[in-house]
């Protein structure tokens, strides 16, 4: 009975002890920083042709006669309504990052199509995306932080990955890089095999475009929500801003356009035409839009955003065409 009273005496004196505060007011640590994830749209997640065969006549048959897992789930998809979104976490080696209490962030939902956009800017809107922040961390204690987007169908029988892109964060500084801090990424999605093996998808892209920000460099810059649909993220601030200055370089005779945040270039013939009046027509212009007619500074951005968007999806479908000759050259 002695030692219960006392047990029960520790138990009373630690739930009325004073709460222990954190104290927040101390600066984080010299190159410490938050990484702004914005997610803009994925193209063709599930497969257009589905290889049928005359001995089997359901998905799971086709599976269990040595089919395409991936054929099959393209298959059972598009007999149904698409409802896609894609799930953002932190891995930092084989733990899973807690943000504000959460293992995970999930998008909305988009439904219908397997080429879902969560930006409006394509349709004239003014959203970005959908943008994830992550807290302020130290890239060089985090060496092992990987980001993690999985691609997820929400149907009648639950949840299915479609696929999965990691990036790594602090290695080699390459989303943490003060020096390099934006990146405009399309990544082709993955899947492990049953063996713990990786291989890439025969369909499924990624856009994404990512911001480091040093919190030294802006110290009264606010911590905001860890997600949210944006009008305004800084991602797409500097991809205006670097699309800007390359513009006015190549204008002024630099010779090739780099594409911002990628190591793409336009160069010769392309530069020229996208540089150049063809198909300007104000008169054109104002009636589709309804308002007041477009400068020819006003086109020749325009354009050049279209275009300098698209170049690294145009790289990561060479890279999946290149990675298919090379297995397909395996199997001969």
Not at 80 to 91: H, P, Y
Request: hydrophobic letters at 40%; aromatic letters at 6%.
């Amino acid at each position: 009975r002695l030692d219960y009273a006392k047990q029960v005496g520790k138990l009373q004196a630690y739930m009325t002890r004073e709460p222990q505060r954190l104290d927040l007011s101390s600066p984080p640590p010299a190159g410490s920083g938050q990484l702004e994830v914005v997610l803009v749209r994925a193209k063709n997640l599930v497969p257009k042709r589905t290889v049928v065969s005359s001995q089997t006549t359901g998905s799971l048959d086709k599976v269990i006669a040595g089919g395409s897992l991936l054929e099959a789930v393209g298959q059972v998809l598009a007999e149904g309504e698409l409802n896609l979104f894609v799930r953002v976490r932190l891995v930092n080696g084989e733990e899973v990052v807690v943000v504000k209490g959460q293992r995970f962030y999930d998008s909305p939902t988009r439904h219908g199509s397997d080429s879902p956009s969560w930006s409006s800017l394509a349709e004239h809107g003014t959203h970005d995306g959908w943008v994830f922040t992550s807290p302020v961390f130290l890239p060089s204690r985090m060496p092992n932080l990987w980001l993690e987007l999985e691609v997820i169908h929400r149907g009648l029988a639950g949840e299915n990955i479609l696929g999965i892109a990691r990036l790594p964060v602090a290695r080699a500084k390459w989303l943490t890089n003060p020096e390099a801090p934006f990146h405009n990424l399309w990544l082709p999605l993955t899947s492990q095999s049953a063996t713990g093996k990786w291989a890439v998808n025969r369909c499924g892209d990624l856009h994404v475009m990512t911001w480091w920000r040093p919190v030294d460099q802006t110290p009264s810059a606010p911590l905001g929500a860890v997600e949210r649909v944006s009008d305004g993220t800084a991602a797409r601030g500097q991809f205006v801003a670097e699309m800007r200055e390359q513009l006015a370089l190549a204008l002024a005779g630099a010779g090739s356009l780099r594409a911002p945040g990628s190591v793409e270039f336009i160069v010769g013939a392309d530069l020229a035409l996208l540089l150049g009046p063809a198909g300007y027509n104000p008169n054109l212009l104002s009636r589709i839009r309804g308002a007041r007619p477009a400068s020819r500074s006003e086109v020749r951005f325009l354009r050049a955003e279209a275009v300098l968007a698209f170049l690294p999806r145009l790289a990561c479908s060479e890279t999946r065409g290149l990675r298919a000759w090379g297995e397909l050259r395996k199997q001969l």
